[in-house]
């Protein structure tokens, strides 16, 4: 089992460009969450999703949109990208309230 | 009072050495408590989850004090490959799947 990827590793965008971030689960979990990580903030939680065509807004959802057209798909969106949402992003799925993570995209927005 | 709040460290001890991490939760509706471990540029692991009547793994213990709403992590005989940053986890207001990051701890362990 992979577990959970992501695609793209690294990306750099240039402001106002648009991107959509791919993370993939072979668990079978109902719940995908995606977080950005930032120093000295920690993780902090963009969307998430209770099951396959739901999504929710978490802490930080605003410059994000999300879909969930699979269960085993989780996409993060980026409309028009912006220096602050140089970040890496995390995606995480879980059962119950253990979460795994992937393995992270590093994301520039120049 | 912030959500979850840990020591940022570093905390820079010697191999052998026992360390102590600290972490407290504002919200006393939370269900389910963990420590996570992540090391410089990977993704969190899960370390541990936490239970009321504390747990060991190995040299890893937890603890955890819903009176004062307090979470501990202690680490025996430290070792080189220890050196991380220790997240402690708190699920948000008792909703399951929804999980409140700490900023977290680092941790070096020296020869």
């Known amino acids: 089992n992979a577990g959970v990827t992501q695609t793209p590793k690294f990306r750099v965008l240039k402001t106002g460009q648009s991107m959509t971030l791919l993370c993939a689960q072979d668990?079978?979990?109902?719940?995908m969450y995606w977080y950005r990580q930032d120093p000295g903030m920690g993780l902090r939680l963009i969307h998430y999703?209770?099951?396959?065509?739901?999504?929710a807004k978490g802490e930080v959802p605003d410059g994000y949109n999300v879909s969930r057209l699979k269960k085993q798909n989780f996409l993060l969106g980026l409309e028009s990208a912006a220096p602050s949402q140089t970040s890496v992003y995390f995606c995480?799925?879980?059962?119950?309230?253990?979460?795994?993570f992937g393995p992270g995209t590093r994301l520039t927005v120049l | 009072r912030k959500e979850v709040e840990q020591d940022p460290g570093p905390f820079n001890v010697p191999e052998g050495a026992t360390v102590a991490f600290n972490c407290t939760y504002s919200?006393?509706?939370?269900?389910?408590f963990f420590w996570y471990r992540q090391d410089c540029r990977k993704e969190p692991k899960l370390l541990m989850s936490?239970?009321?009547s504390g747990n060991e793994d190995g040299r890893f213990t937890a603890q955890l004090n819903r009176a004062s709403q307090y979470i501990s992590l202690l680490i025996r005989d430290s070792k080189l490959s220890d050196s991380a940053t220790y997240l402690c986890?708190?699920?948000?207001?008792?909703?399951?799947?929804?999980?409140?990051f700490g900023k977290g701890t680092k941790l070096s362990v020296k020869p």
């Open positions: 936490v239970y009321s």
């Open positions: 919200n006393s509706a939370s269900q389910s």
């Open positions: 999703s209770v099951g396959e065509g739901t999504t």
């Open positions: 668990m079978n979990h109902e719940y």
């Open positions: 986890v708190v699920n948000r207001w008792g909703s399951q799947g929804n999980l409140i």
């Open positions: 995480a799925s879980s059962q119950w309230d253990t979460q795994y």
